[in-house]
């Protein structure tokens, strides 16, 4: 099984659209999670930390069922601007990132 | 807003040479890393370093890697002899104090480009 899991989408949706990612991993002793997002050939931009069983942030919602070790990204209300891949990252010991290869999404006007 | 720093933007350079990029931190973080990206792949953790010593490395940080932090304020990631496969995108991030210990922040990163 590898470490981190996502769908790779491409998601296309449009503009207003309800958009849900999920991520699975497979290190139960991780504590902490965290949601980037990176834009083409830029470099990942912290999006959301999920310590608890979520997190919600405007038009953001993170989820985390670590019975079933998956996190999840709600976006509501899609924007153009939202479109960009959006990476799972769990922490592994000594605080590195472990990522996913990411979700890409795309919205369209 | 504190932000991550990285020079050069990009770095070009012959297979066998020894390439140095550079990091600034947030300025009262504790915690610094490398990460790599090949184009097309995942993010991959390289190193990380607390106190002064590296905290972790992963597989791909081998002899040829080294890391340092030679004054209060820069980072360093030294390759020493290049391969084509380093060719790839590097990323510092930075995370610390407080309550948001574990919130890593990367900067604009360097595209190392071996030929």
């Known amino acids: 099984r590898k470490e981190v899991e996502q769908d790779p989408g491409p998601f296309n949706v449009p503009e207003g659209a309800t958009v849900a990612f999920n991520c699975t991993y497979s290190n139960s002793a991780s504590q902490s999670f965290f949601w980037y997002r990176q834009d083409c050939r830029k470099e990942p931009k912290l999006l959301m930390s999920?310590?608890?069983s979520g997190n919600e942030d405007g038009r953001f919602t993170a989820q985390l069922n670590r019975a079933s070790q998956y996190i999840s990204l709600l976006i509501r209300d899609s924007k153009l601007s939202d479109s960009a891949t959006y990476l799972c990252?769990?922490?592994?010991?000594?605080?590195?990132?472990?990522f996913g290869t990411g979700t890409l999404l795309a919205v369209q006007p | 807003e504190p932000e991550v720093t990285q020079t050069p933007s990009h770095q070009v350079t012959q297979m066998g040479q020894e390439v140095i990029l550079r990091c600034v931190p947030i300025?009262?973080?504790?915690?610094f890393y490398w990460y790599r990206q090949i184009l097309g792949q995942k993010v991959e953790f390289l190193v990380s370093?607390?106190?002064?010593?590296?905290?972790?490395k992963s597989e791909i940080f081998d002899d040829q890697f080294s890391v340092e932090r030679p004054d209060g304020s820069n980072f360093t990631l030294k390759i020493r002899s290049t391969k084509l496969e380093d060719s790839a995108m590097y990323f510092c991030a930075s995370s610390g104090p407080g309550e948001r210990l574990y919130e890593q922040y990367f900067g604009p990163g360097t595209r190392l480009t071996v030929t």
């Open positions: 999920v310590y608890s």
């Open positions: 370093f607390y106190n002064n010593e590296i905290s972790e």
């Open positions: 300025s009262n973080h504790l915690y």
């Open positions: 990252a769990p922490q592994g010991a000594t605080n590195k990132l472990i």
